[in-house]
């Protein structure tokens, strides 16, 4: 399925959604980040979102810490077991910051919730910042990666790609040319600084 964008007049820009999925610009992460009530909650979405792992990935990483080494997360096809997928096992590249997230979501005192209560999160948390929920969810934040990690640095795609787990056709259909501004780009630093 092609990117789709909508406009909004909430003052972030047109959404923009890939297979069907919300991808967040960097000022609505923002914003959703600051309008989650619960420490534990914070660290948890910005582990996924920082990681770019698919939820069950995480979940699984909750359990097995020993995966992250300080400087990448290694998934092994225990860890990945995806059959639709060639990718057998990864390396999950991470930013400093996403490093010391990961370190803060292997000591919260609870693991990440059922898909269905996160993606309840995840819209009420939305309604509070004052985003559009629809089609919020667990797949929000990885998708979201991916598409400020290939806007912001082109000519790491294949790095990309191989830490995502996807892959390049997959990725050439979904993360490239999406309709992200100056100002995405400029906020995407934030973010993603670092990764390389």
Same mark, same amino acid.
């Given at each position: ?9 909430? !003052?972030? !820009? ?42 069950? @990935? ?12 300080? @400087? &990448? ?12 997928? !060639?990718?057998? @096992?990864?390396?999950? &590249? ?27 999160? #995840? ?6 910042? !004052? ?19 290939? &806007? ?9 790609? #191989? ?5 390049? #056709? ?27």
């Amino acid at each position: 399925m092609e990117p789709i964008e909508k406009n909004i007049s909430n !003052g972030f !820009g047109h959404e923009i959604y890939v297979s069907n999925v919300r991808v967040l610009r960097p000022n609505e992460a923002k914003v959703l980040i600051k309008a989650i009530p619960k420490e534990s909650n914070v660290t948890k979405f910005e582990a996924l979102l920082y990681s770019g792992m698919r939820y069950v @990935e995480l979940q699984r990483l909750f359990d097995n810490p020993q995966w992250f080494n300080g @400087e &990448h997360i290694h998934l092994t096809k225990e860890a990945i077991k995806k059959k639709k997928i !060639g990718v057998k @096992e990864r390396y999950v &590249h991470l930013n400093p910051i996403g490093r010391r997230i990961i370190k803060a979501f292997l000591k919260v005192d609870k693991p990440l919730p059922s898909y269905k209560d996160w993606t309840e999160n #995840l819209e009420r948390w939305a309604k509070m910042a !004052g985003i559009e929920s629809n089609r919020l969810g667990p797949k929000t934040t990885r998708k979201t990666w991916e598409c400020w990690l290939v &806007h912001y640095y082109p000519t790491l795609t294949p790095q990309i790609f #191989l830490s995502q787990g996807h892959d390049t #056709l997959t990725a050439l259909k979904h993360y490239v040319n999406l309709p992200f501004n100056k100002e995405d780009k400029e906020s995407m630093g934030e973010f993603v600084g670092g990764w390389e």
